[in-house]
């Protein structure tokens, strides 16, 4: 099973809501990461998760917050967004963040912001 | 600073046809080459990935090459079919002399495959 899950599919939020996307995989990975897409533009990296502990934030602001809460769940809260922030949000993981090994990525969270 | 470029960005082809696509990197101090198919509005799906130790990789109708000194990799799609397509992707892993940086994506090249 090489299955990286996502729920929601879709989600619209206004700027003042406080909504989660949340991930999960089964594989047994160690390392899960969140990244931020645009339309026609490639993914772009936000968070890194390894062994449940946050070791990699590209400077993400604040309005984003990860949670790992166990080696198979990976969360991302919303809270105060812009519509900028509109995007499809991806979460992938791999066997661990040294191992050189495959990224396996979800379906993705198409998120609009109004 | 690694750059990623994908060359065409968008690629038209009758069914039937063998085709290439192109990958280009600026730093070839690379600990693996992934590449991805999209469809649209979906997410990513591993095609193949080739440690920077090898010279190429094969599944099924696909092949990729590695040449590490010359930055460069190709994705070979043999007898495609409209299924193929899609945005390719292509992502390099940055070594850092035994330490891993991020995935670095390219922008893609968009595949269009006509019955």
């Known amino acids: 099973d090489t299955e990286v899950t996502q729920t929601p599919k879709h989600l619209v939020m206004g700027m003042t809501n406080k909504k989660s996307l949340k991930c999960e995989q089964h594989m047994g990975h160690r390392a899960m990461y969140w990244y931020k897409q645009k339309a026609k533009k490639p993914p772009e990296l936000m968070f890194v998760?390894?062994?449940?502990?946050?070791?990699i934030n590209e400077s993400v602001p604040s309005r984003f917050s990860p949670e790992c809460p166990n080696s198979s769940l990976l969360n991302l809260h919303l809270h105060a967004l812009q519509p900028e922030d509109s995007a499809l949000y991806l979460c992938?993981?791999?066997?661990?963040?040294?191992?050189?090994?495959?990224?396996?990525f979800g379906p993705g969270t198409r998120l609009t912001v109004l | 600073k690694q750059e990623v470029t994908q060359i065409p960005a968008a690629l038209s082809v009758p069914e039937g046809e063998n085709l290439v696509l192109n990958c280009s990197f600026t730093?070839?101090?690379?600990?693996?080459l992934q590449w991805f198919r999209q469809d649209p509005g979906k997410g990513l799906t591993s095609l193949l990935l080739i440690q920077s130790s090898q010279r190429e990789q094969t599944s099924g109708r696909l092949n990729a090459s590695l040449d590490k000194s010359s930055g460069r990799s190709t994705l070979y799609i043999a007898a495609s079919q409209p299924g193929d397509s899609a945005t390719y992707l292509c992502?390099?892993?940055?070594?850092?002399?035994?330490?891993?940086?991020?995935?670095?994506f390219g922008k893609g090249t968009k595949l269009s495959v006509k019955p």
């Open positions: 730093d070839s101090a690379i600990y693996n």
């Open positions: 992938a993981s791999s066997q661990t963040w040294s191992s050189g090994r495959e990224q396996f």
């Open positions: 998760y390894s062994y449940e502990k946050l070791s």
């Open positions: 992502a390099v892993r940055r070594d850092y002399g035994g330490s891993q940086g991020n995935l670095i």
